[in-house]
C-alpha cells in the first residue's frame, strides 16, 4: 500500500496523452502498452500492471476506458528476470480486486483491507488483472539488476524494461532514536539517507491513537492520521544526507486540523505505537518519469503533454522504490503534556 504515494499519476496519462502532438490521433488504431512495476526488495509480493493505450479515432476515449476487454491483453505473458541469471520467472495473473490483507488495529484487532482494489472513476474497475510473483519464488537483492519482458502475443514486438533495486535507506539523527518531542518553539529535523540511486522521496509521520466515548464505554475506535511531511521531494544528484525540517509547534497545528472537539471523546496515545515514520524511496527513473508527467500540467500549460518512459515499447515506468517504516516511536514527556494541556491541543481531550 505504501508504494501508493507513488501510483497517484498511473493511468491518468493514458487519457492525457491524446492531448499530445506525439499521437497521430486520425492514424488507424494502435496497440500501445502501458506498463507500471515498482520492485521493492522487501515486498513480499512483487506486482505488475499491464495495460492497453486507447488510440482508436472511431472511438470516444471516455467510452472505452469503461470497456474491461479493451484495457487489457488477452493472451501476455510477463516475466522477471535477474540479469545475468538465464532463469526468467513467469508471472501469474490475478484480479487486483480480490487480494485482501489483514491490518492491525489494536491488541487483537484486525480489519480487512483490499489495496490493490480500483475504484469506480473513468476506468472500468472489474476486473482488474495484475501480474504477481511471491518474493519466495523471485527473491530479489539489494543492487540487483531485474529485466522486465512482456510478449503480447499477436507477433507484436517484445516490451522490455529493466532497472536496480534500490538499497536500503536508513532514519538518522533524533528520528533514528525509540522517542520523539516537539518543542513549541524549536525545530524538529527529520534525517535519513539512501541509496546513491534514489532521487525521489515521500516522508509521512503517522499518529494512532485511540477514541472512547464517555457515554458507552465499549465504543473503543483505533485511529489513525497520516502526516505527509515530504511529498514528491526530488532531487537532481544524490546527497550523502538529506533533511526536512519544521517547528515543534506545527505538530499539534496538525492535530488540531484534524481531530475534531468534543467533550464526549476521551483520547490516548496507541499504547504500542503512537508514532510511525514512513519513507519511501524512489529510483531516478522514476524521478524522471514524475517530473517529465508533471512538468506541463496547470491552466498555464500548452495542448502538448511531455512523455517519459523506460518502456522498449509503449508508455509506463519500471523502476525502484524502497519502503522504510520505523513504528513503535513513543512521545517523550513534555510532547505528551503539551498533547493534554497545550494550547493547541486541550479541547481534545488526551490523557
Known sequence: MKKSLFFALAGTLVLLMSCSND??????????????????????????????????PDANALDVAQIADSLYYDDATVELERIGSNQPILLERVDGNKIWRLVPTGMNQYDTIFPYQRKEGIFANAPNWLYKVDANIFNLQPGDSVRLSINRGDNLPLVTASTTVLESSKFRGKIDKDNIGFPYNLDVTFEWSSDVDARIFDLSLVFNYVEQNVNNLDSIVHKSLVWDLVKRKRYETPLAKYEYTIKGAEFYEFLRGRIPADPNIKRVLDPYSPIEYILTAGASDLEKYISVATSNSGITSSQELPVYTNLSEGLGIFSSVHVLVKDSILLDKSTRDSLIDGIYTKDLNFN
Open 23 to 56: 499521437f497521430e490521433v486520425s492514424a488507424p488504431w494502435k496497440n500501445i502498452p502501458v506498463v507500471y512495476g515498482l520492485m521493492d526488495y522487501e515486498d513480499s509480493v512483487h506486482y505488475i500492471r499491464v495495460e492497453k493505450a486507447f488510440l482508436d
